[in-house]
T-cell receptor, first 115, second 113 residues
Framework: DAGITQSPRHKVTETGTPVTLRCHQT?????MYWYRQDPGHGLRLIHY???????DKGEVSDGYSVSRSKTEDFLLTLESATSSQTSVYFC??????????????FGPGTRLTVL | AQSVTQLGSHVSVSEGALVLLRCNYS??????LFWYVQYPNQGLQLLLK??????LVKGINGFEAEFKKSETSFHLTKPSAHMSDAAEYFC???????????FGQGTILTVHP
């Protein structure tokens, strides 16, 4: 299994509070992604990173920010959590071989509940 | 923009029966295509991937998928379902722009004894 961990694994918070989720990898992969999973929507990309300090928005980035100061860590921050951000959050990593992108490997997920 | 459609949010089969999970993608350029499986309370695990080397792709646990360009489809099949196949399955397309993927809505597979 790819070395990807997410912390915390479960979190309950209140509306309006800041929340930071951490993704840590030991594979030295260049690309990292944050997704949210909601019933009926599959996985939707929030933000992604293509290198240290290189990040960009995904499909559902409103209300979220990210940072990547080291290759191994990718942080997702909810500046002021809302109930609509209650979801399961997955981190994924990937790399390139010969100019082609490889498959993504996923972390175990973080279940976030915003009351 | 790329989109992926999985027909049927729930599929139910009997143990030993054929499993067929449908996936269609929209793209003018055939993308990379993937099937992932998610067991309860776990992350996603890669089942198989299509990267233009062969149209019939074999994956883990006896699953395979066939890429049909004319139908823009990448359906997942398994000849004989096992109870342990019960899970949610996701089709995904992309991988050509920073490796980003677009996922389908997911199909929950139930296997009855």
């Amino acid at each position: 299994d790819a070395g990807i961990t997410q912390s915390p694994r479960h979190k309950v918070t209140e509306t309006g509070t800041p929340v930071t989720l951490r993704c840590h990898q030991t594979e030295n992969h260049r690309y990292m992604y944050w997704y949210r999973q909601d019933p009926g929507h599959g996985l939707r990309l929030i933000h992604y990173s293509y290198g240290v300090k290189d990040t960009d928005k995904g499909e559902v980035s409103d209300g979220y920010s990210v940072s990547r100061s080291k290759t191994e860590d990718f942080l997702l921050t909810l500046e002021s959590a809302t109930s609509s951000q209650t979801s399961v959050y997955f981190c994924a990593i990937s790399d390139q071989t010969g100019g082609s992108y490889n498959e993504q490997f996923f972390g175990p997920g973080t279940r976030l509940t915003v009351l | 923009a790329q989109s992926v459609t999985q027909l049927g949010s729930h599929v139910s089969v009997s143990e030993g029966a054929l499993v067929l999970l449908r996936c269609n993608y929209s793209s003018s350029v055939p993308p990379y295509l993937f099937w992932y499986v998610q067991y309860p309370n776990q992350g996603l695990q890669l089942l198989l991937k299509y990267t233009s080397a062969a149209t019939l792709v074999k994956g883990i646990n006896g699953f395979e998928a066939e890429f049909k360009k004319s139908e823009t489809s990448f359906h997942l099949t398994k000849p004989s379902a096992h109870m342990s196949d019960a899970a949610e399955y996701f089709c995904a397309a992309g991988g050509t722009s920073y490796g980003k993927l677009t996922f389908g809505q997911g199909t929950i597979l139930t296997v009855h004894p």
